[in-house]
């Protein structure tokens, strides 16, 4: 038995058959969220299965502490402390090799990230699905294509790590893409990303200022620019030449408010549209 850790997942290679088809009876009894085929089965972190998972563990820890003479303590902690990562199991066939895998990979846009696959991998499926599992990411089983949709920086730098290696779980994966158009969708996205950025902050402080027209940031630029103007109507200066000073100035006062009030609501929606169209 082989142990391989990372951040979010444990991988745990085995040679004896009859061990395999032992772990592989129980995972299929108490493990509703996995997916595999004969010789790979991924368990995917579930709070409803933590307490079986612990007792687990507690066994393969016991089958690694037989099956190894040369067996490393900080591996064993590690293995028992895994309840919350994905567990990823291979059975090894001495001597077999890891399939070799080709997938391309297209930028839209700034929009979406295109793979395309071989064939339909469910395995493989599932593997990117939960790498950015907090993205939306769709399949197509007709074209072979999976689309990832980014939704922060982070994207952009999950997916060099992701392509500055080659080794996958059971596979050597080879990402075939132009560094050129991966630079230029880095660029754009970063540019997109701040602008909505900026888009939501400014949302956020002009609130006043909508309450200051009587309206909201619900309502189309035409619906403001009407309350601006029947507002203005409403306040203009010249039509006070007969009323008190303090009206007069409550006026002036009320007008200047509606003036500045508008012009900031009238660069909120152009930083929308700019948003929106990026």
Not at 67 to 72: A, G, L, R, V
Request: glycine share 2%; net charge positive.
């Amino acid at each position: 038995m082989q142990l391989f850790f990372t951040q979010e997942m444990c991988a745990i290679s085995l040679t004896d058959q009859s061990v395999y088809y032992r772990l592989q009876h129980i995972i299929d009894k108490h493990f509703p969220h996995r997916v595999g085929r004969k010789d790979k089965i991924i368990i995917f972190p579930k709070d409803e299965e933590l307490h079986q998972r612990r007792y687990f563990l507690k066994l393969i820890a016991k089958l690694y502490e037989k099956s190894n003479t040369k067996q490393k303590p900080e591996d064993l902690k590690k293995l028992k402390e895994s309840h919350s990562k994905i567990l990823k199991f291979s059975q090894v066939q001495t001597g077999a090799l890891l399939p070799h895998l080709h997938i391309k990979i297209r930028f839209e846009n700034a929009h979406a990230i295109v793979f395309q696959l071989e064939n339909n991998d469910r395995l493989l499926v599932s593997y990117f699905k939960n790498y950015f599992k907090d993205h939306l990411v769709q399949y197509r089983m007709r074209s072979h294509t999976l689309t990832l949709f980014p939704n922060s920086d982070l994207t952009c730098r999950r997916l060099e790590k992701l392509m500055a290696s080659q080794k996958h779980m059971g596979w050597y994966i080879h990402f075939h893409y132009d560094i050129s158009s991966f630079e230029n969708f880095k660029k754009e996205f970063r540019l997109r990303f701040e602008r909505k950025r900026r888009f939501k902050a400014l949302h956020g402080i002009l609130e006043e200022y909508f309450v200051a027209l009587g309206c909201s940031a619900h309502d189309s630029f035409a619906t403001v620019r009407h309350h601006y103007l029947e507002l203005v109507k409403k306040y203009h200066p010249d039509k006070l030449q007969d009323k008190s000073s303090d009206l007069v100035v409550h006026y002036r006062q009320k007008f200047d408010n509606i003036q500045v009030a508008y012009e900031m609501v009238r660069t909120y929606y152009q930083e929308k549209e700019s948003a929106l169209t990026a």
